[in-house]
């Protein structure tokens, strides 16, 4: 294993003096994991074995297991695992169905009463579990020298570029996925045994984006801004035991490598300016007329500028800060509904947003996609104006719904929008291919079904019967958890009339849920996100899982979020048949 800054992987762990006979860690310190489910929360040192309190904590129906073959590691030198409580080493076993945690013990033989620091091996496959660098939060770890190379300042050519729009990869980035842009990517980067990770997603213009390391959410996020074929490299001090967001990210080069490395402490000056700023902040829920909107528009803006002229940083940071600060400041979401339904509303975000459809250098985020309603204007132009009206029209397409496209006039972004719409229509119909033939299972998509009928349209099928509507998804833990402990209920009923239908939608990985529906006994369908949520507005609810029971007559008899046991269950659908 690797021990140097530039692969994060490191081996630590703290010791007492020499002489006591035994030692207890009770807040403890990582450098670093892959794999984050497994924990070490306490560690005890005496000279017959070093004892490990563990726990996994993870959905019940995954399994794990501790290799009889686990060691630990210290100065290269290996102890070997000698026992175990609570789990038997080499069989599999499951976390508690309430808490989704497991606790166990593992022994080893003894570490030396010098002992520093530590590595728990299972193994050396890449999913076997492993820690690096164990070790007392009261032991300070060494700080190694940054290579010179991730100190660079500005390249010449280091300026923030216009938008200019095209799906080349780009690295390690939370990004707007333009396919889908009301909703921001979250690209959770998993670091591998030497705790390196190469991630290339695409990304359609220059934006600030974000990496997220997944395996050491203690370091969180570090900011970066990216543009189309463009990539930066980010070094991250595992040695450091600093847990403050973003303190492991000590070096960036490539792209744009200072305003990642100056952008952080700039960011949080920032911060402190708007603290000390935010009693005279407008508080936008309680407008309700234009003109007061306008005044707190502009006195938003007047704040924030002056905060910005106090920065201390480059001349690219303010830039960038600029920029935003003549992006609108009025955050859509908090605005009264009795306002934004006004005319009066709806023409002050015409008059006022559309400034921004002129500016190349404009901050794109979630604050323009729910503002570009009110930008799909015929008689609008600008490279922005082009991206309002795609970041209004695509989702609707992809939601299945029968729209036109608009006028794009950029050929990069209209060529991107009839890709992604070729791409959406192709896939459609590789998954009803898919499904054909099978009778138990229905693919439907929005130009079959109306969101508000697909409820009456599917129970038709089943007039005179009892019917169970289990709404699932299959990265829903509970829901599966709950299909498992039916089965037996399932039988025990078998000979009444009753239909169980289980609905998931696009949220589930289509190939997933085909692999998992052959040992669900019932009827299946995987719906658009447009159809299965309008199921759950009508019964009021948004949470998964959520059941239905409905009786021969197609009365509702029952409905609930979240499992209520297969007694109850059983007691409902009893109830219904009757």
């Known amino acids: 294993m690797k021990r140097t800054i530039i692969t994060f992987v490191l081996a630590v762990a703290a010791l007492v003096a020499m002489g006591q006979t035994k030692v207890v860690w009770e807040d403890l310190m990582k450098s670093y994991s892959p794999n984050p489910q497994f924990e070490i929360n306490k560690v005890e040192l005496t000279p017959e074995k070093t004892t490990l309190y563990a726990s996994y904590n993870n959905s019940p129906t995954s399994w794990f297991l501790i290799s009889k073959e686990s060691y630990l590691e210290s100065d290269g030198k290996k102890y070997a695992i000698i026992g175990s409580d609570s789990i038997t080493l080499g069989e599999q076993h499951h976390t508690d169905e309430e808490t989704w945690t497991k606790e ?317 719409v070729t791409e959406y229509k192709q896939r459609v119909a590789s998954n009803k291919e898919k499904v054909t033939g099978d009778d138990h299972i229905h693919y439907l998509d929005m130009t079959d079904i109306s969101p508000d009928s697909i409820l009456s349209t599917i129970l038709d099928r089943y007039k005179g019967k009892t019917a169970l509507i289990d709404i699932w998804a299959t990265w829903c833990g509970p829901c599966r958890v709950a299909i498992d402990q039916m089965k037996p209920m399932k039988q025990e009923l078998e000979g009444k009339d009753i239909v169980y239908i289980y609905m998931t939608s696009s949220t589930s990985e289509f190939d997933t849920w085909k692999d998992l529906i052959p040992d669900i006994h019932g009827e299946h369908y995987y719906l658009t996100e447009e159809q299965l949520n309008h199921i759950l507005q009508q019964y009021g609810e948004q949470a998964y899982p959520t059941y239905a029971i409905y009786n021969s007559k197609g009365e509702r008899t029952y409905l609930t979020t979240g499992f209520p046991g297969v007694e109850a269950m059983k007691k409902e659908l009893e109830k219904a048949t009757k």
């Open 104 to 420: 166990f013990v593992l022994y080893f033989k003894p570490l030396p009463p010098d002992t520093k620091e530590f590595d728990f091996m299972e193994g050396t496959a890449p999913n076997d579990f492993k820690v690096f660098s164990i070790h007392e939060k009261s032991y300070t770890m060494p700080v190694t020298p940054v290579p010179e190379e991730y100190l660079a300042d500005y390249a010449e050519d280091d300026v923030m570029e216009d938008l200019k729009y095209s799906d080349q990869p780009a690295t390690m980035v939370q990004y707007v996925d333009l396919k889908n842009p009301a909703e921001p990517v979250d690209a959770k980067v998993r670091l591998n045994d030497d705790g390196e990770a190469d991630l290339s997603l695409p990304i359609c213009f220059p934006q600030v984006v974000y990496a997220t390391l997944y395996n050491i959410p203690w370091a969180s996020f570090c900011v970066l801004y990216l543009a189309p074929g463009k990539e930066v490299t980010v070094l991250i001090d595992m040695l450091q035991d600093e847990s403050g967001i973003n303190s492991k990210f000590v070096g960036f080069k490539g792209y744009f490598a200072r305003f990642d490395k100056e952008f952080d402490s700039t960011a949080e000056d920032v911060e402190s300016g708007y603290k000390e700023q935010k009693d005279k902040y407008p508080k936008w829920e309680d407008i309700h007329d234009v003109q007061t909107l306008m005044d707190a528009c502009k006195k938003q803006m007047s704040i924030d500028l002056d905060i910005y002229k106090g920065l201390s940083c480059s001349k690219t940071i303010m830039d960038y800060f600029f920029a935003e600060a003549y992006t609108p400041p009025l955050d859509l979401m908090y605005v009264a509904d009795s306002l934004k339904q006004t005319k009066g509303f709806k023409d002050y975000i015409r008059q006022y947003y559309t400034k921004n459809l002129y500016s190349p250098k404009a901050v794109f985020g979630n604050g323009f996609v729910d503002a570009s309603k009110y930008y799909v204007m015929a008689d609008a132009r600008g490279i922005n104006a082009d991206l309002a009206r795609y970041c209004y029209y695509l989702p609707q397409v992809l939601d299945g719904k029968d729209v036109p496209k608009p006028l794009i006039e950029d050929k990069n972004l209209s060529d991107l929008y009839d890709k992604y």
